[in-house]
């Protein structure tokens, strides 16, 4: 079975909103349909712009708790970089620190990444 993380955006530079799911797709069409996240349908957070699938759903929680950690600016050059938008300034490991080439659970993971440019 496969599970995501995934990252939704009301706009480009807009709200962002982290979660997990073992079905993408239709957590997403609920995301826009405004059924199970009072946040999302309060900010208009309805757009995909990044997902990372997993094999192990201890994997998939672990890296959104990190995500949720992020600084938004680290979250937005992810989204960047993920989507062909951008390169990297620096590397950054699991964590979000720049210091780091050691490859963290979102270079090591399973499964499709999602690329959806905003």
Not at 23 to 31: F, G, P
Request: aromatic share 8%; glycine share 10%; net charge positive.
């Amino acid at each position: 079975m496969a599970y995501f993380v995934y990252i939704l955006a009301s706009r480009m530079n807009g709200t962002l909103y982290v979660g997990v799911t073992n079905d993408l797709a239709r957590r997403v069409e609920e995301h826009r349909q405004g059924i199970g996240s009072g946040f999302t349908r309060k900010n208009a957070v309805h757009r995909l712009v990044h997902a990372e699938g997993f094999d192990q759903i201890e994997d998939a929680i672990g890296m959104e708790k990190r995500l949720k950690k992020w600084r938004r600016a680290w979250k937005i050059q992810l989204i960047e970089i993920q989507s062909g938008l951008a390169r990297p300034a620096y590397p950054l490991n699991a964590e979000g620190a720049k210091h780091s080439m050691s490859p963290g659970p979102a270079q090591r993971r399973a499964g499709p990444t999602c690329r959806s440019a905003w």
